[in-house]
């Protein structure tokens, strides 16, 4: 099992930045792509960046030269940096992780982070 804990979300004002970490945990063989996704009230779950374990990124049109999303291998943790935010932005953040080992390959999700923007 791979446990995720995220952290970094809360209450920022219109052109503000944070900066979102999600730290894996457990039994931890192999972590491939990493991502982060979102969900406003009302809305479906959206990819806003992911990162392969080979350091390839791919982001959302909406979020394109404001985040930036990289990696530390070393500690297994996965960041967004977030910068010029936007109320468009106010949304539950949820980190995603796979993972393979001997058996097979598999998906996991963190708890979510809340992020308003708002003045």
């Known amino acids: 099992q791979v446990q995720l804990v995220e952290s970094g979300g809360g209450l920022v004002q219109p052109g503000g930045s944070l900066r979102l970490s999600c730290a894996a945990s457990?039994?931890?063989?192999?972590?491939?792509?990493m991502g982060w996704y979102r969900q406003a009230p009302g809305k479906q779950r959206e990819l806003v960046a992911v990162?392969?374990?080979?350091?390839?990124?791919n982001y959302a049109d909406s979020v394109k030269g404001r985040f930036t999303i990289s990696r530390d291998n070393a500690k297994n943790t996965v960041y967004l940096q977030m910068n010029r935010l936007k109320p468009e932005d106010t949304a539950v953040y949820y980190c995603?992780?796979?993972?393979?080992?001997?058996?097979?390959?598999?998906?996991?999700w963190g708890q979510g982070t809340q992020v308003t923007v708002s003045s």
């Open positions: 457990g039994s931890i063989f192999s972590i491939r792509t």
């Open positions: 995603n992780v796979g993972h393979c080992n001997v058996i097979g390959c598999d998906e996991y």
């Open positions: 990162i392969s374990g080979g350091g390839r990124t």
